[in-house]
Every structure is written in C-alpha cells, then in structure tokens.
C-alpha cells in the first residue's frame, strides 16, 4: 500500500506568479483535502476534492484553486502570489464519510514566496 | 464558524513526569475530536480519536462536552513523546479538520 506523495518538496516563487502543487492520493481514497500551514500555527483548510469535484471549501480566495484527476491524485494551483502565501502546504487523502486511520498526510511542500 | 484552542505554545517537563496539554474547542453540533502528533522530520499523523477511546502510547483523551474540552493526559512522560501536538475537530464527519495552534511537548531526561 502507498502512502501520500506530495512534490515538490520545496520551491521558491516571486510574487505574482503561479504555482501548482500536486498530490498523489494512498490507494484505494477517493478524496483529497489540502491544508495551508504557516509557520508557527495548526495547519488551516484550504478546499477538499471528491469525485473530481471541489466538496467544501475554508476561508481561502478564488485564486487559491485545484483539480482532482480520475486516479484521485490532485493538484492545488495559486494565482497572484502573495508573500503571505509562504507557507507548508499539506494534503490528506481519505475514504469520505469514513474517517478511520487513513486519513493520511504527505510530508507536504513548503512554499517560500519572495 | 468552529474554533480550536491550544492555549500552551510550549510544555517542558521531565522525564516521567505527568503531562496535560489543554485543547478547547467551540462547536455547535457535536463534533469528532482528535489529537494527531508530529515527530521532527516526520509526517502530521493521527494519535487518537475520541470516538474510540483508547489509549495510544500511554496517551488519554476525555471529551468534556459541558466544558467543550478535549485535554490529552499522559500519566509518565517519556524522551520519545517530544513533538508537536494538534488538537483537531471535524464535524459531520466530513473529512475537513480544523486544528489548533499547536502545542510543543519538549520532555527533558
């Protein structure tokens, strides 16, 4: 069984470019939800993906953006860097409604924007 | 909108010694409760759950509702429980957690 792969690793972008961020879901979770993790705080949430399709959504703005692929695997886009947008970025993947030990998270992908 | 308080950045303590870290949370509804621990250089990972009351390498967790409380025990410390603590709750289920700030345990020897 696969655990959650989340790439890059690092990466350091200028304000007002774009990223995108990507995430490999464990086998056999059909649903990935992405936190933002400032340094120093908890990490906050950003959306969640089911079926392909955005299933909630926290307190983040529309240039904060993803996709989920039909293998479950997903991306998180950010138009318009802000400096404020530095931070670790987390996925978890899951089995929606059933929450057991397999909510799982990647070791994440820190985001330095200058 | 719910809300979790972690209102310790840092717990020092010594080895065998108790250690409490305080997690208050506000909700509505009723919620699922969590506590999940990252080691350095590891992966967030989950240490317990409310539901399932149990304990995990020594650690307790009693849901107080009245005080909308959620505060990890562990009765003897250990060198190996150092990391970071979240508090976390997710409500209806619905695979969106919302953490606290976090709380550092650092165990002295």
């Known amino acids: 069984e696969t655990g959650v792969t989340q790439s890059p690793t690092h990466l350091i972008k200028t304000r007002g470019q774009q990223v995108t961020l990507r995430c490999s879901s464990q086998s056999g979770h059909n649903t990935v939800s992405w936190y933002q993790q400032a340094l120093g705080q908890g990490p906050q949430f950003i959306f969640q993906y089911y079926r392909e399709e955005e299933n909630g959504r926290g307190n983040f703005p529309p240039r904060f953006s993803g996709l989920q692929f039909p293998n479950y695997s997903s991306e998180l886009n950010v138009n318009a860097l802000e400096l404020d947008d530095s931070a670790l970025y987390l996925c978890?993947?899951?089995?929606?409604?059933?929450?057991?030990?397999?909510?799982?998270f990647g070791s994440g992908t820190r985001l330095t924007v200058v | 909108a719910q809300r979790v308080t972690q209102p310790e950045k840092l717990l020092s303590v010594f080895k065998g010694a108790p250690v409490e870290l305080k997690c208050n949370y506000s909700y509505s509804g009723s919620p699922e409760l969590f506590w999940y621990v990252q080691y350095s250089r590891q992966r967030l990972q989950l240490l317990l759950r409310h539901i399932s009351r149990e304990s995990i390498k020594g650690f307790t967790a009693d849901l107080n509702k009245g005080e909308t409380s959620f505060h990890l025990k562990k009765p003897f410390a250990q060198e190996e429980d150092s990391a970071m603590y979240y508090c976390?709750?997710?409500?209806?289920?619905?695979?969106?957690?919302?953490f606290g700030g976090g709380t550092r345990v650092l165990v002295k020897p």
């Open positions: 976390a709750l997710d409500k209806a289920a619905g695979n969106k957690l919302t």
């Open positions: 978890a993947s899951s089995t929606l409604g059933v929450f057991d030990y397999g909510y799982t």
